[in-house]
């Protein structure tokens, strides 16, 4: 299995959803399975049904959360060079096409989140990011065509 990267507010992201799927979530799950069993036959009873598929759900995402847990390793930023862009940076770029400044932040696939400006390393985007300098021009090739960006600047934190 391979090593997942996460930075430290990602690692206690999951931890914490981890936490609330063993805790809040199971237990309201358990008394709902409970609560449809008390309606008397089962063999005729969708929301026991429902509630069972429901905890059964919870469980394999409980398994999922620790399985990546136990592969997580935080990213040291010390040392990481920070004129670089790798995984962590935050790129400030100008797309030549429209002329528009975006920022991006380069993360492992678990903590994307494009509504963020997080974007995975593995993104077709973030993988012709990498390991660029300021001041460069990059193309990137995408489904839609070639994005052409300059990198104004790479900060880290």
Not at 87 to 103: N, V, Y
Not at 115 to 138: D, F, Q, R, W, Y
Request: charged share 35%; aromatic share 6%; proline share 2%.
């Amino acid at each position: 299995m391979d090593q997942i990267y996460l930075s430290r507010e990602g690692y206690e992201k999951l931890r914490k959803e981890l936490e609330f799927l063993q805790t809040t979530r199971r237990r309201a799950l358990s008394k709902a399975v409970g609560e449809a069993r008390a309606h008397g036959d089962l063999s005729e009873n969708a929301e026991y049904d429902a509630a069972k598929e429901a905890q059964a759900f919870n469980e394999q995402k409980i398994a999922q959360f620790q399985e990546k847990l136990g592969r997580a390793r935080i990213l040291d930023e010390t040392n990481i060079p920070k004129d670089v862009a790798l995984i962590g940076a935050t790129l400030k770029l100008k797309d030549l096409a429209s002329g528009e400044e975006i920022e991006y932040k380069l993360v492992s696939e678990m903590e994307a989140d494009f509504a963020e400006g997080k974007i995975s390393v593995s993104s077709p985007v973030g993988k012709g990011l990498l390991n660029h300098k300021e001041k460069e021009t990059v193309e990137i090739k995408v489904p839609a065509g070639i994005l052409k960006y300059k990198i104004l600047k790479i900060s880290r934190g």
